[in-house]
């Protein structure tokens, strides 16, 4: 199901994130659900490994949770959708900002406790669900409906607590192996179709010279 995102098309196209290096967007929310908000020190951990390895960080969201980002792009869908689009790969949680990513076919690596990621991600070997094996999770689905809020069944949020940077980090270094093995096949197959529409080309074409003769 397609999902609409009220977004100038010329802004967005216009837009180009001032940095020639490669960078992640992150996305920490909040969104207000215990359930789907991880603790910013957590990303930040994240963050922080990610730019010893070179990487640069941009920062999008309605306000800065990390402590260092390199650039921070604060309630703006235009840049936003902008930055996902020319960006490297996503980390983040469950939000708007990381639908924008899976519709550009970004690799990535996501935050989930109470909503099953089943429900929102379509290309898991791409954006790949980062969980907490606590019993509870997933329970916005099984409790009571219609549910427009969120409020957790425990003193805190374990399903988000317990998710770690480790566990964050390595998921994305997978989405990003998966990312770099889908191009290469498509550069192979574009390849391969090239050759096969060459080699159909050279076949319609008589050769004048090797015809008999009609005397």
């Given amino acids: 199901r397609m ?3 009220s977004a100038d098309r010329e802004a967005v196209a216009s837009f180009t994130v001032p940095t020639m290096g490669d960078y992640i ?3 920490a929310g909040p969104t207000g659900w215990p359930g789907r908000d991880i603790p910013p020190e957590v990303l930040d951990a994240v963050a922080f490994r990610l730019q010893q390895e070179g990487y640069l960080i941009v920062e999008v969201g309605m306000k800065q949770n990390l402590s260092n980002p390199d650039i921070m792009i604060m309630s703006n869908m235009d840049r936003t959708i902008a930055a996902i689009r020319g960006c490297t790969g996503f980390i983040g949680i469950d939000s708007s900002p990381m639908h924008i990513a899976q519709a550009y076919l970004k690799p990535g690596a996501v935050a989930f406790g109470c909503i099953n990621p089943d429900c929102r991600i379509i290309h898991t070997h791409l954006i790949r669900p980062v969980e907490a094996g606590v019993g509870c999770k997933h329970c ?3 409790r009571t409906s219609p549910r427009t809020f969120s409020d957790c069944i425990r003193e805190k949020p374990e399903c988000m607590e317990r998710i770690t ?4 980090y390595n998921e994305f270094i997978k ?3 998966v990312k770099m093995y889908l191009s ?3 550069k192979i197959r574009e ?3 090239e050759d096969r529409k060459s080699t159909r080309l050279n076949s319609s074409h008589t050769d004048i010279s090797r015809m008999p003769s009609s005397a």
């Fill in 165 to 168: 940077a480790d566990m964050i």
């Fill in 175 to 177: 989405a990003l192996e």
């Fill in 184 to 186: 290469e096949t498509h």
């Fill in 3 to 5: 999902i609409e995102i």
């Fill in 25 to 27: 967007v992150m996305h």
């Fill in 140 to 142: 916005h689905h099984w």
């Fill in 191 to 193: 390849k391969a179709l």
